[in-house]
């Protein structure tokens, strides 16, 4: 047997679990805990990540570990921070590409974000970066040795001393590298803060700075916008007491020496970076913080083992709809159990962030989820160095595409990716790759598969005698077709994303290339272009696109542009020109070097004549150009002279409140360019736009020039008036009726709420017991009805269980309080073990509330446990909802859901129906019955 072979029958005795892409459950106390996926790779030689996702009462814990094997000689650990010097705050990305070989970091010290000053020290091989911000603070820290042993101390720095070596007087310095607004204080600079020293803080009054070179004292000047650090050199900075004490006792041309003592020596560290406190401390929790971060958040640590001979990076996510994060304490036990026996807690909240280089692929990427929905800029970070060599040996591949669905007779396209024995990505030859299916047949070109049967089957790929699989699922015969979005509003010349997908029978949908499907779009609106991208035209207008595949159709309504109405030509002289502040000059004028017509508005301007906020303004006359209705944006022409200055515009509302918008934030070409800017809905109309300037805060910035305007344009939204052609709605193959066929065949009766007419509650009991043996309510029934049933009932409302009636299983479930995690968190470990022993044909789920879980990840497992039912158990498996706001039913990934609506409100639904299902062993089916239902 060819060994591609053996590698897919091992795959298929496998492949319910890998379909679902669910990993085993793993039952734990901690914290808890009902369900818990967990997942590792190495990234390098020395270095693995691990992904660890736990659900608990509390809701969900995602945690993301890097483990560093300081045994290991080619992985090490290094400081991050700014290449242009510690006063710059940087994404960890940015810090992680601006350095070689780092393959994985997080974030560092807690750090003010005003200033740009860390918590703590900094050392980086042997040299002492940053001190603490005061001398008598004990500040935690994690430290690597000359020797490469970590330890977490508290640091102190008792002594930071500029001496006169003329003299002997020892000045006290307060800290190195801190940027501060403390009044009788004194700082040093050294190259690696940057550039220059910080500006004077508003706070103070005034300082002095003395500029020393090769240790001796260059110049001595008042502190204003920061003095330049000699490359050879530092800058003593020094406020109120300290200041008068530098003036006594130095002056130009004093031979100078600075010292430090640390406790640890920072002479014998390769690495210092400070955290917010000692969380475990010689295999304990502890609570005696240095800072107390009180609440859930998200979090970020550092552990090192009892031997000294790993140390793991620690990130846990907060702040969201799924991620709550967690307290201080639970951290240290989370450390605890992660392996630490010491541990520090790093700056949290938005500033948690880890970024690596995912096994096989060469670019970093930031793993977990910032709680602002972006990376925050932070100070500094700590990372794992590889330096493990490239190696020919290849140690594996990874097979990768978007999802494991296809269509039938369109292609998918895998990703490959390749690492060799040292975990080093490998750049693959497409050429030497051998492509393998089964289950289903096809075609290959290249990385492309073209599916031409249907069914459930996988993908192997095999280079260099590795192998790697991905399981597909090829879906034919499709009865809807859905594109997103759904409608587009577009600017003229834009491209954006259009996805297709279908829908077969049973629920399981497949992403289609729009170019694979037949697409009308009207002439003047654009094109899909070879990427999938809907190309809007140079040209405003509204149409319909219709996508269509073998019978199905989808429409989708486009806006192109906007009305576009020219509000000022510039063909008259229309404003006058105003300067900010006095000591600017300028002009305005009009000018022949236009782009429509004869003339535009020239704008000059003279801004070298001060440091402050420079402004050259156009006017308006008559207090400005009105609009009665507002526009959704504003535009003109502007001929640019590279200045870098930012061009703005000024609305003043009726009530006299003034709005300034942004043109555009960095003049930054030359010739005729558009720009735009869109009005803020907060701006009522009518409003006036009163001037129109050119604006530079940047007091090093200065230049004279000049700028041309044209054609200021007012843009009104575009709207498609036409109408949009019914599509067929899905008809779905188990709404039919069927006959009983064995002993354990039966008829089910479902409905949720019942109406309190008498007339009615005849009327169904009288259906149930003539056509069913079993009921199923997801509301309580009133007293008279009950009495009327002949036949068993389950009202799934409140509480949890489940009863079986011969081979069928029912489950209820509650989630009135939103989720089943809010109502009765119990409840979930009591499913997850009743689905490990399901041995029901048909599974049927009752729950009292619709499934829109404010968890979205707890609404993911339900579904995911729903498919691994059906997966693994070969059950048919019916979810059964009450309180919809529409009553519908359909397939989803193989589960068919029942959402049932109010009948309480008998002016929308003068006749309720009621769900009669028809259950054999082979088949569940169902009708929609009326109450006048014969």
Known sequence: MQKWKKILISFGLACSLTFANMPNIVYADWNNTVYEERNENNIAKGVKHEHILKFTDGGWVNINVIRVNLD???????????????????????????????????????????????????????????????????????????????????????NII???????????????????????????????????????????????????????????????TGSYIPKDGYVLFATGQKAIEVGQNFVVGDYVNFSAETNPNFEDLALTISGGSIIVKDGQVVSDYYMNIKGKHPRTALGITKDEKEVFFVTIDGRSRSFTGVTQEELGQIMLSLGAY???????????????????????????????????????????????????????????????????????????KAYDENYNPVEIDPNAVKWHVSGVNGEFDNNCFKATTSGVGAVVAEYEGKYATFPIRVIDNPVSLRVFPSQIHIDKNKRKYIKAKVIDKDGYGAIVDINELNVDIPDNLGNIDSEGYFQSSNESGSGLMKVSYKGLSSYVPIVVGSKEEVVDDFENNNGTFLAYPNEVTGDYKLSDISKVGDYSGEISYDFTTTDATRAAYLVFDNGGINFDKAPEKIGLWVYGNESGHMLKAKIVDASGNPTNITLVPSIDWADWKFVEAVIPKSIKSPFKLERIYVVETNSLSKDIGKIYIDQLTAMYPNVYKGGIPKTDKFVDSRNKKANLRGEDSFRLFVNWSIPSDDKILDKIANMSNNMAQMNLFTEPIGDLLKEQLNQPSIIANGGYGSSKYKNSLFIYLDNSKGSLRETNFEQWRWFLNTVENIDSKNIFIALPKPIRFKDPLEEK????????????????????????????????????????????????????????????DDEVTYEILSVDEK
């Open 342 to 416: 010491n541990a520090i807690n790093f700056d949290g909240g938005g500033s948690t962030d880890m970024v690596l280089r995912p096994l096989g692929e060469e670019n970093r990427k930031v793993i977990n989820n910032p709680s602002e929905g972006r990376e925050r800029r932070i100070m500094n970070g700590i990372g794992v160095v590889s330096y493990a060599p490239q190696l020919e040996e290849i140690g594996g591949i990874i097979l990768e595409a978007k999802d494991e669905n296809m269509l039938i007779n369109t292609s998918k396209q895998f990703t490959l």
């Open 162 to 224: 500029l001496t006169n070596e003329n003299t002997g007087f020892e000045l006290k310095v307060l800290a190195v590298n801190k940027e501060s607004d403390y009044e009788n204080t004194c700082i040093i600079y050294t190259p690696k803060w940057g550039e220059k020293t910080p500006a004077l803080s508003p706070k103070l009054a005034s300082g002095i700075e003395l500029i020393i070179k090769d240790n001796i004292i260059q110049d001595m000047v008042k502190a204003q």
């Open 72 to 158: 290991e000689e080619d992985a090490s650990l290094d400081l991050l921070f700014h290449q242009d010097g510690l006063s710059q705050k940087a994404r960890l990305s940015t810090l992680v590409n601006q350095r070689e070989n780092i393959i994985g970091a997080i974030n560092g010290d807690f750090f003010s974000m005003k200033t740009a000053a860390t918590i703590g020290p900094m050392v980086r091989n042997g040299e002492l970066l940053t001190t603490t911000s005061y001398t008598d603070h004990m500040v935690p820290t994690f430290n690597l040795s000359e020797d490469h042993i970590p330890f977490i101390k508290k640091w102190t720095n008792p």
């Open 861 to 920: 497992l339900f579904k995911d446990t729903l498919k691994k039912m059906k997966l693994e158990k070969n059950a048919d498996v019916w979810v059964i909802t009450g309180d919809n706001d529409i009553f519908s039913i359909y397939p989803e990934d193989g589960i068919h859901y029942v959402n049932l609506n109010d009948y309480h409100d008998m002016e929308m639904f003068t006749i309720p129906k009621i769900i009669l299902f028809t259950v054999n």
